[in-house]
């Protein structure tokens, strides 16, 4: 099964993810975590905090940049869980 969230491929024209040219698209399988649990665990596994704008919108909001250890990066986004119990 493949996820539509944390994805390289962010959906905000200000992710500066999106801006790159020369990335790979990740889509990493479902998860039960949560945004704030899937980056604390990518962290954990050598990723880099890039720069964080969870709730810059309004709470709920928002996604969290990596770099993973080669400098590619990558966003964290909310799951569509997350997402629909926001709303």
Do not use: I
């Amino acid at each position: 099964m493949r996820s539509r969230r944390r994805t390289t491929g962010c959906s905000s024209s200000r992710c500066p993810a999106r801006l790159r040219q020369d990335q790979d698209a990740l889509r990493p399988a479902a998860t039960d975590a949560t945004q704030d649990e899937e980056a604390e665990r990518l962290l954990a596994h050598g990723a880099s905090l890039h720069d964080d704008l969870r709730g810059k919108y309004g709470p709920g909001t928002g996604w969290v940049t990596l770099a993973d250890p080669e400098g590619n990066l990558f966003c964290v986004l909310r799951s569509d869980g997350e997402l629909a119990a926001r709303d």
